[in-house]
C-alpha cells in the first residue's frame, strides 16, 4: 500500500530532489553571485534579501546596507 502511495512518491522524488541539490551546492565555487529578494521559509510569505550564487541559487551571504540600497534603487 505504501508502495504505491502517490504522495509517498513524489516525497520520495523530493527528498533524492534535495540530494542532489545539496551535492550541487555543496561542490559548487560560488563564481558569481547575485543580490535576491528571497522568502525567508518555504511557508513564509515575507522576503529577505541575501547575496545568491548564480550556479547553485544557495544564499552564501548578507549585503550590507550600501548593497541592500542599491539593490532597493533598481
Ligand atoms: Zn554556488
Not at 29 to 54: A, G, N
Request: charged share 35%.
Amino acid at each position: 500500500m505504501w508502495k504505491s502511495n502517490k504522495v509517498a512518491g513524489l516525497f520520495d522524488k523530493k527528498h533524492k530532489i534535495e540530494k542532489e541539490i545539496e551535492k550541487i551546492q555543496r561542490s559548487c565555487k560560488h563564481p558569481t553571485k547575485t543580490i535576491k529578494s528571497i522568502r525567508e521559509r518555504v511557508d513564509s510569505s515575507s522576503t529577505i534579501i541575501r547575496w545568491i550564487c548564480d550556479e547553485c541559487l544557495l544564499p552564501i551571504g548578507y549585503p550590507n546596507k550600501q548593497e541592500t540600497d542599491k539593490f532597493f534603487r533598481q
